[in-house]
């Protein structure tokens, strides 16, 4: 106990959202919060359901993505393109604190679930709507996919090879980016909410494009004040704040990753290879040599195996890794000692391994209790106990397929 709390309470606990959203952005937003307690109801098509469900690898044909998207989240069916469902909607929208939604705008005005017909029915409604090009465009209802924000945020023109085509990151990069915003933008108007005693609710509209964008920092004002458009630099970055920013095969054909932070990282890394610190010790040194530091890096690198190259690394305190795996994760012992794996059993696969809910939180950490559920497990729970429906009404949406 600390000042009379106690310190395992998760820190949403009592929170309370509704997610009409499916595939990714939306939801991820909602995993972040349910992996700290909020009570997430994740709404879906009552026949096929999310079809994030049927995403990415199976086994034995359960799919795997699945059971770590919709982790911690109640599943219930409802038929959004009835009148009835719509009307259910509301009354779960009514129940919560908070909204998520991600269907095309011009949709959710014809559902009557659009921020102007939720916020009469809960004044103090916080929803995040995501859409492709934001809500105030002229592409409001177009649809958008996560590809098409990396392609406009500006990642992807500097991603990759200046001799060679753009290059995707190997997963949902704008999807999952906007999820997190999303799940910030959440705890923001939390936090006016809790503090206003006025508050009137909270339209949090995001473009799949402007996470990404937001976090290229240095990309707008370059551009704005010398003409200059960044171009892709390959395993370096376009605008590294030091010289060394480069990967490295080893003589047991290991890809190494070298970087310097600061200018005088950079001097450990001269030292190394056996030059004169003095000729680096300024940023237009090192900028003049760094492709002498990087050929000489290269040759280093070739002629020794990973530890080698490690362990005279670490000895110089030059910063550097092998580019991991996901089997190289699973048995490295730094992320033993954080628990960032876990297991967890789950109904259809036995025990199964994920992510651990991140960050930690030292007095009100998170936890997984459930993996990704199956198609309306919860709808009985939540319809009835959530927003007190009667057994009649229940068994008679039932019965007319509305859930």
């Known amino acids: 106990m600390q000042n009379g709390h106690s310190l395992d309470r998760a820190a949403l606990e009592g929170l309370r959202v509704v997610e009409i959203a499916q595939l990714i952005a939306g939801p991820m937003a909602g995993s972040f919060l349910a992996d700290f307690g909020a009570d997430v109801v994740h709404v879906e098509d009552n026949v096929h359901g999310d079809p994030g469900r049927r ?5 034995d044909g359960v ?93 992807v023109h500097i991603t990759g090879f200046p001799d060679g085509p753009p290059v995707h990151t190997g997963f949902s990069h704008a999807d ?14 939390l936090y006016r909410r809790a503090n206003d005693p006025d508050f009137e609710g909270e339209l949090i509209d995001l473009a799949l494009y ?77 900028f003049q040599r760094v492709d002498r530091l990087n050929t000489l890096l290269r040759e280093y690198i070739a002629v020794r195996t990973k530890d080698e190259v490690l362990a005279a690394m670490e000895s110089a305190e ?42 930690h939180l030292a007095n009100h950490p998170g936890s997984v209790w459930r993996t990704g559920p199956t198609l309306g497990r919860d709808n009985e729970l939540v319809y009835k106990t959530y927003i007190g429906m009667t057994d009649a009404e229940y068994d008679a949406l039932r019965a007319s397929n509305i859930i």
């Open 55 to 59: 995403m990415g690898a199976s086994k």
């Open 63 to 155: 799919y795997l993505w699945w059971k770590v998207s919709a982790r911690n989240k109640r599943s219930v069916t409802l038929d959004l393109r009835t009148s009835e469902g719509q009307d259910v909607a509301r009354r779960l929208v009514e129940w919560a604190d908070v909204a998520i939604t991600n269907f095309r705008l011009g949709t959710l005005e014809r559902w009557g679930l659009d921020w102007d017909s939720l916020h009469a029915v809960n004044p103090t409604l916080i929803m995040l709507q995501v859409s492709g090009f934001g809500g105030n465009t002229t592409y409001r209802d177009r649809p958008g996919f996560g590809k098409v924000g990396e392609a406009m945020s500006g990642v």
């Open 176 to 189: 999952s980016i906007t999820g997190l915003f999303g799940a910030f933008a959440i705890q923001t108007a």
């Open 210 to 286: 402007e996470a990404l964008y937001r976090l290229i920092e240095w990309q707008v004002i370059l551009y704005d004040q010398t003409g200059v458009a960044p171009i892709r630099a390959g395993n370096q970055l376009a605008n590294a704040p030091a010289a060394v920013v480069n990967m490295y095969l080893s003589k047991d054909d290991t890809w190494i990753t070298v970087t310097s932070g600061t200018w005088k990282s950079v001097q450990k890394v001269a030292a190394l290879l056996g030059e004169p610190p003095e000729e680096y010790a300024t940023a237009e040194l090192q």
């Open 318 to 359: 030059v910063v550097a890794s092998v580019i991991y795996d996901v089997a190289d994760i699973l048995k490295d012992p730094t992320y033993a000692e954080r628990g960032d794996v876990i297991s967890i059993n789950d109904d259809e696969l036995g025990p199964v391994r994920m992510q651990a809910v991140l960050p």
